[in-house]
């Protein structure tokens, strides 16, 4: 199981970090995701992080905005974003597999099997 948190609300040109706590049995060569839905519009992949090794990948449109890091001892994988924007509000999910997947695939939700509920993120102006 998956658990979002450190959603809430931000600032126009602030940051969140937000958790992802995984509890029950890990893989460890699983790849971890961090996703977004906002109303109206598609699931889109933001980041993912190898459990093993620790090897990140990032879509191009949020790269240098994000920055994507694991604690294997605590089961918890961080998404720190900065320089939130409007657009950026959303629902951020975490997702998880086991074994990895390229950068191609970690953007496809669809390659997930596990899922946590989601933290809200809005943005104010």
């Known amino acids: 199981q998956l658990a979002e948190s450190g959603g809430g609300l931000v600032q126009v040109g602030g940051s969140l970090r937000l958790s992802c706590t995984a509890s029950?049995?890990?893989?460890?060569?699983?790849?971890i995701a961090w996703f977004r839905q906002a109303p109206g519009k598609e699931r889109e992949g933001l980041s993912c992080?190898?459990?093993?090794?620790?090897?990140?990948s990032y879509s191009d449109f949020l790269k240098g905005r994000l920055t994507i890091s694991r604690d294997n001892a605590k089961n918890k994988v961080f998404l720190q974003m900065n320089n939130h924007q409007p657009e950026d509000t959303a629902v951020y999910y975490c997702?998880?597999?086991?074994?990895?997947?390229?950068?191609?695939?970690?953007?496809?939700?669809?390659?997930?099997?596990?899922w946590g509920q989601g933290t809200q993120v809005t943005v104010s102006s």
């Open positions: 997702a998880s597999r086991p074994g990895r997947l390229d950068q191609s695939g970690c953007k496809t939700p669809q390659y997930f099997t596990s």
């Open positions: 029950g049995s890990t893989f460890d060569d699983a790849t």
């Open positions: 992080i190898r459990r093993s090794g620790g090897h990140t």
